[in-house]
């Protein structure tokens, strides 16, 4: 992807803050420069990359390509469909996706919001790698939750979708009026695999409780329902989620899962300050 093409996504006027020293940082030329002269090149692969001494991650191109194969053939779009309800709610100028994964609801949003910006970032290269191939509209960083490159107070709405917090980033990149939309998995949540790899029940009340320390919750509410599967959803949904990384995935525990319930919590928080 030609240079120009890739820094066009990304919004000009915005104050970023350096991954190395968090200061003031500038889109210019082909980089990202912040005050002190640190500086990350724009990369022709469709995306920046902002990790120093960047690590494999083991969310890994399998993962995300069965995540894709999930997402394609609908099982979020419940999830999806009420996100857009709540952004539909209230203006945003700027959203972001922290822990985007392969850039499933941004992709969709983009399409209803085309006038928004919605940044995707997440720390696993093969996630990016994939939100770039098939999301030609967005904007895609390479980049921990613990140095999100983006300014004190200029982000309208953070999505936070399955994946892990870190509120004081959040609370600093956030405007004084802005939310965090934190999806959650439900007791219910993949429970067929769970009963399947004989995994331990789940319940969200620790994170329920740890987030309560950082946040108010505005808004709780449960999405989702259960599905009959095919043999291909069966073997992409045991591959999609990290509930699988230590167990060996067999033919039998494919032809055993039948149902899948994907149940999720959607809740709207108000950072503490
Ligand atoms: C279960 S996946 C969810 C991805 C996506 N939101 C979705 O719903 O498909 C969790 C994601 O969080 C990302 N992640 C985990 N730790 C992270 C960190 N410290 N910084 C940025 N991303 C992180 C992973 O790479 C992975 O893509
Ligand atoms: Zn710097």
Do not use: W
Request: net charge positive; charged share 30%; with cysteine.
């Amino acid at each position: 992807m030609k240079i120009e093409n890739v820094i066009k996504k990304f919004n000009k006027e915005l104050d970023y803050s350096c991954p190395k020293c968090k200061n003031l940082a500038k889109i210019n030329n082909i980089s990202l420069k912040c005050i002190n002269n640190h500086s990350y090149d724009f990369s022709k692969k469709g995306y920046i990359h902002l990790i120093n001494n960047y690590k494999d991650s083991k969310y890994d191109e399998k993962l995300f390509k069965a995540r894709n194969y999930v997402f394609s053939n609908g099982f979020y779009k419940q999830l999806l469909e009420e996100i857009k309800k709540f952004i539909n709610e209230r203006k945003s100028e700027i959203i972001v996706d922290l822990g985007c994964g392969e850039g499933y609801y941004i992709k969709e949003l983009k399409e209803k919001y085309p006038e928004t910006y919605f940044y995707g970032l997440d720390n696993a290269k093969s996630a990016i790698e994939y939100a770039v191939k098939y999301d030609k509209k967005n904007p895609y960083i390479l980049a921990n939750l613990a140095n999100i490159p983006f300014s004190d107070k200029t982000v309208d709405l953070i999505l936070n979708i399955l994946s892990p917090a870190n509120y004081e980033e959040f609370v600093r990149i956030l405007k004084d009026d802005g939310l965090v939309l934190k999806i959650i998995p439900s007791s219910n949540y993949l429970k067929e695999i769970r009963n399947l790899l004989e995994i331990d029940d789940y319940s969200n009340q620790e994170t329920i409780d740890q987030l309560s320390k950082f946040a108010d919750i505005v808004k709780r509410n449960l999405v989702g329902k259960t599905y009959t599967l095919s043999k291909e959803d069966a073997e992409n949904f045991l591959k999609m989620t990290p509930l699988s990384f230590s167990k060996e995935i067999s033919e039998k525990h494919i032809e055993n899962l039948k149902e899948i319930t994907v149940e999720l919590e959607m809740l709207i928080l108000k950072l503490k300050k």
